[in-house]
């Protein structure tokens, strides 16, 4: 079962990636929201309640292109702060899940490295594809990947 600060960073997660599309999409439908997420309907309409409640989202009425009643999700100024701090802390916390995966990386290469000197050679001889994508490659370069 996952403690209550598991539970808060995962919904941290998720106002996060709401924030994102409500921003990027004003006019994006809960259905569309829910599709987006991968969430239920259910469950984006409780998060949108929750963050209309905390006054940092507003729904305004409007008709669609198909004349039906709609709404558009605008973030409020105070939205806008709590979308920044989610965003610090979101970032904070996949720096740090980075460095941890980096460090797993390199005990893994120093144990193949072992294996590939090791005296047997049925094992020694075995391939390994220790090239990183491109993109690990260039962050390694700059100095960037930890």
Sequence with gaps: MASSKENREISEELRHRIFQLLNAHPDINQRELAAKLDIS???????????????????????????????????????????????????????????????????????????????????SEMEFDLEYPEQLNDLRATGNAG
Excluded at 52 to 70: D, H, P, Q, T
Aim: hydrophobic share 40%; with cysteine.
């Design 41 to 123: 309907l259910g469950k984006v309409n409780y998060c949108l309640q929750a963050l209309i409640g905390k006054g940092w989202v507003k729904a305004r009425n409007f008709k669609n292109s198909k004349n039906k009643l709609a709404y558009a999700y605008f973030i409020t100024p105070v939205g806008i702060e709590e979308k920044a701090r989610l965003t610090f802390r979101y970032l904070k916390r996949k720096l740090k899940e980075h460095e941890e995966l980096v460090r797993v990386i390199d005990e893994l290469k120093s144990e193949v490295a072992d294996i590939r000197a090791s005296d047997m050679p049925e094992i």
